[in-house]
């Protein structure tokens, strides 16, 4: 069996528990593409697997990475109109194909959805076997950019894929609308900014410090509020001439939750997808009701 240089962990804990060494080179099956790894991003998930969040099960030891980008090394049988050598992004939701969720394009609703690096090892090795339909070619401008580029491309998918299916699956933001986007600065609130305003969306972006605020501005936030600074729900409703946002982009859990619901316009959705800060939030039902929101997973 072949071998190849891994990041693993053995145990849960801090970074200390992460080592680099030997582990077997995992080999494609049929309809499956081994690609050799170029970049891979760290995600929450990562950290949180490692220390040994709970409800998160997995074998020991285990290789982690979900997001990467890589060229194509080989392939099983099945697989066609391929080349060695060509460069590709991961999409890391794995699925089983078959189902009538998958054959009608909602994989990630299949019963055996899974994700790379989190249900199985993942990408932070030299090799990563993947599905081929999970395979998304670099576009060219993005080659003719230079080596860096494609190494930035790594930290795309599981933060633009997540704010993707939450802004205009779950959602259904409209042009016009006006888009609260909670944690700006963080992997989704980058994405989600720029989703929104890809749609015609004004944008209000929501995070701690100078920094990202201005950094939420350079892709586009109409208006930011620094939550530190400013109560939340004022800001908002200053902002809006007290009307509150169509869509609230949640993702920091218990913390916000409550103050999301309030920020909220009459007719207004709530979409989700975290809970850094705590997965009991306190709901007023009242405000849904009365209000009519949609709370959204």
């Not at 997995?58 to 109109?81: E, F, K, Q, R, Y």
């Not at 090892?121 to 003719?144: T, Y």
């Not at 944690?183 to 969306?201: C, M």
């Amino acid at each position: 069996m072949s071998t190849m240089r891994a990041a693993f962990f053995r145990r849960h804990g801090e970074a200390d528990v992460m080592e680099v060494g030997e582990a077997p080179t995992p080999e494609p099956g049929p309809g499956e593409v081994q690609v050799q790894v170029r970049a891979v991003a760290l995600n929450h998930i990562d950290l949180w697997m490692r220390r040994g969040l709970p409800a998160l099960k997995i074998a020991l030891p285990h290789i982690s990475g979900g997001d990467a980008v890589g060229t194509i090394a080989a392939w099983g049988a099945g697989v066609a109109g391929l080349r060695e050598g060509d460069p590709v992004l991961v999409n890391p939701g794995l699925s089983c194909g078959r189902c009538a969720r998958c054959w009608g394009g909602q994989d990630n609703l299949c019963a055996d959805f899974r994700m790379l690096g989190e249900h199985t090892d993942g990408a932070m090795a030299e090799r990563v076997v993947v599905p081929a339909a999970n395979l998304v070619p670099v576009p060219a401008a993005c080659l003719a950019a230079g080596p860096d580029a494609l190494v930035a491309l790594a930290a795309l998918p599981i933060s633009f894929i997540t704010a993707w299916h939450m802004l205009v699956d779950r959602a259904a933001v409209r042009p016009g609308e006006t888009v609260l986007v909670l944690g700006a600065g963080s992997g989704v609130g980058v994405a989600a900014t720029q989703i929104a305003k890809l749609f015609g969306a004004r944008v209000i972006a929501a995070a701690s410090g100078a920094r990202k605020l201005a950094g939420a501005r350079a892709l586009g936030a109409d208006a930011t509020v620094d939550y530190v600074d400013e109560e939340l729900v004022g800001a908002v409703k200053r902002l809006t001439d007290r009307r509150g946002a169509d869509i609230v982009v949640e993702h920091t859990g218990a913390a916000t939750f409550a103050k999301s619901v309030v920020s909220c316009a009459r007719g207004g959705r709530i979409v989700t997808c975290g809970a850094t800060a705590g997965h009991e939030a306190v709901l007023n039902l009242r405000h849904v009701f009365w209000r009519q929101l949609s709370i959204l997973g």
